[in-house]
């Protein structure tokens, strides 16, 4: 495997193919996530932003479940006698881990495929609503249950979920803190397809190797265009399409699609 990617307690990273696969490795705990493992989460994704042989990153759970949630619970299981965190250490933390997370996951120039089945909930729900397509089950459960724990959301559930979802049903989900299923987060975008529990691994397969064969430059710019928008008058707006359109028509992959276009066949793009 690339030394760039390292598996770490709870995440197996491997770089196969061009395809990065980050499977969240803690079953026995629906797959939470702890210090750990979202450190390594945010390496490897940072790792895969200036890597050139990586074209898609996928994202699953090991076991039945995606995420359901931050392991809060672990963390305070202090040993007897030792010392409580700091007043001061859920706003310190935040920063380099789930305020880390997700404009990484948003940012990055790949897209990105998370396959959901079983619990989504609090920052895994997140992640698969940052990530570019979510294949999830029909049956699968998506939550934020933060206001049932009695304390307020974070990840940016207040910033995408409205942007995304509307914000009357943005409050219904964080404020009553309703859960939804997989058929429910198609309807509602949130995920891109609703399949069987079984299929989920295969179509997300399938969907992360149609990415990767995709024109790699140009699918990132889009992608970069389309998280944009919403912050940017037209204007603007117009102005960072011609600037991406000028990078996108640089690249090998634009010369093979026009060479294609020309021979009336499929273009075969190397993702450069």
């Known amino acids: ?21 980050l499977t969240l490795d803690r079953p026995g705990h629906r797959n939470t996530l702890d210090d750990v493992s979202i450190a390594a989460l945010i390496r490897n994704l940072e790792a895969a932003a200036t890597d050139d042989s990586v074209r898609a990153v996928l994202l699953a759970g090991a076991g039945g479940d995606f995420c359901s949630g931050f392991d809060i619970a672990g963390r305070n299981a202090a040993a007897p006698g030792a010392p409580r965190p700091r ?19 948003l940012d990055l120039q790949l897209p990105v495929v998370c396959a959901v089945r079983g619990w989504a909930a609090g920052i895994g729900a997140q992640i698969a609503l940052a990530s570019d397509f979510t294949v999830t089950a029909r049956d699968a459960v998506f939550w934020y249950p933060f206001l049932r724990r009695g304390f ?18 943005a409050r219904r989900l964080l404020m009553l803190d309703r859960k939804f299923s997989g058929e429910e987060a198609v309807e509602w975008g949130i995920a891109h397809a609703a399949v069987g529990a079984d299929e989920v691994p295969g179509a997300a397969e399938d969907l992360a190797a149609e990415l990767a064969a995709g024109p790699t430059v140009a699918l990132g710019l889009t992608k970069a265009l389309l998280n944009a928008a919403p912050d940017n008058d037209l204007r603007r707006h117009l102005a960072e399409e011609a600037y991406a359109m000028e990078l996108s028509s640089r690249s090998p992959d634009f010369r093979e699609g026009m060479r294609a276009f020309a021979e009336r066949r499929a273009p075969d793009f190397g993702g450069r």
Do not use: C, F, K
């Not at 307020?152 to 049903?169: E, F, H, K, Y």
């Open 1 to 21: 495997m690339d030394d760039r990617y390292a598996s770490a307690d709870g995440l197996r990273a491997e770089a196969r193919g061009d395809v990065l696969r």
């Open 87 to 105: 007043t001061g250490s859920i706003q310190r933390r935040l920063p380099t881990q789930a305020n880390r997370l997700i404009p990484l996951l």
């Open 152 to 169: 307020t959301p974070d990840s940016g559930s207040t910033w995408l979920l409205p942007r995304v979802v509307g914000p009357a049903r």
